[in-house]
């Protein structure tokens, strides 16, 4: 049986205050759901505070990024032990702000879930087609493609406990969720790609839905087959709409 999880994204938003108040509340609706896996991932200055207010509860911390490169001249970088020395235990690779802004693709992205897996950061990889691409009807060809970083040798052994999030790129921040069938309809793709990998890896990889989810859309799209979990963007920031996303998923 795969847990839920459900994940807040903060992006670039919030201060110490803040971080403190979300992850406190967040820490009550894990005992309340005791049954959903909920995580937070803040910005990195962010992460110390979120740490020691998660201290003594289940809810876990990630970074939303880290650098493809273990140490040395990268100005700006932040590496996978430094996350870890944090009291981090997840990352986000490859969220689409990340591969449009910045322009992560394949080869990078390798790299850094390289860097998380050696670190024994629980990496949750994002992946989603843009508007374009989904008009064009390429939407499995491109989630495809995304994913085939995946069927690397390397890589095989330390699937099992991957997070995949999908996050088609026209429903993130738009408030045009992807309706349950959409979502589900790309999920079993996913499914279907993992099974290639193995059985193990397919039952018990988790794969997340991501983009403008409410808690008024939560209980609709968790309640899909394939559907293990939210990345949830916006509505993280706020503490009651996090909660009521986590008790949906009951
Ligand atoms: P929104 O929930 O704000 O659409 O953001 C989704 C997202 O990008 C989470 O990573």
Known sequence: MRRILIAGNWKMNGDRALAKTLVQACAQ???????????????????????AAAAGSAVAVGAQDLSAQLKGAYTGEVSAPMIHETGASMVLIGHSERRQRHQEGPELLTEKLKQALAEGLSPIFCIGESLQQREQERTEAVISQQLSILSKPEFRSQLADLVIAYEPVWAIGTGMSASPEQAQAVHAHIRGLLTKLGARISGSVRILYGGSVTPESAAGLLACADIDGALVGGASLKADAFAAIAAAAN
Do not use: G
Request: aromatic share 8%; hydrophobic share 45%; net charge negative.
């Open 29 to 51: 609706s894990q005992q309340s759901n005791p049954q959903v896996d909920i995580a937070v991932f803040p910005p990195f200055p962010l992460i110390p505070e979120a740490v």
